[in-house]
Nanobody
């Protein structure tokens, strides 16, 4: 019902930057918040950042000050600007969208884009 397509992942050296994009299509009216999750080998999937359609944002402590989530409502897209990347940021990054108003609970997922940070 809602389709999410990520792009922008790749290989970068520690200290470098990447910008991830996620385009949403389908029943956009059901979406109240979108965000980025990541999953590294041996770890559970974790929320990196989220943004509500009203503009409020949330960041995991591990990325505060380095990552910035933003949105373009006219284009039904969100972005994740990642600066000062560390090897610990290496993971598969997933775009997610949900209809919950108070707490971000993903209902839809993208296919993922790989981010690899070398040292």
């Amino acid at each position: 019902q809602v389709q999410l397509v990520e792009s922008g992942g790749g290989l970068v050296q520690a200290g470098g930057s990447l910008r991830l994009s996620c385009a949403a299509s389908g029943n956009i009216f059901s979406v109240n918040a979108m965000g980025w999750y990541r999953q590294a080998p041996g770890k559970e999937r974790e929320l990196v950042a989220a943004i509500h359609k009203g503009g409020s944002t949330h960041y995991d402590d591990s990325v505060k000050g380095r990552f910035t989530i933003s949105s373009n409502n006219a284009r039904n897209a969100i972005y994740l600007q990642m600066n000062s990347l560390k090897p610990e940021d290496t993971a598969m990054y997933y775009c997610a969208a949900g209809g919950a108003i108070v707490v971000f609970t993903p209902d839809y997922w993208g296919q993922g884009t790989q981010v690899t940070v070398s040292s």
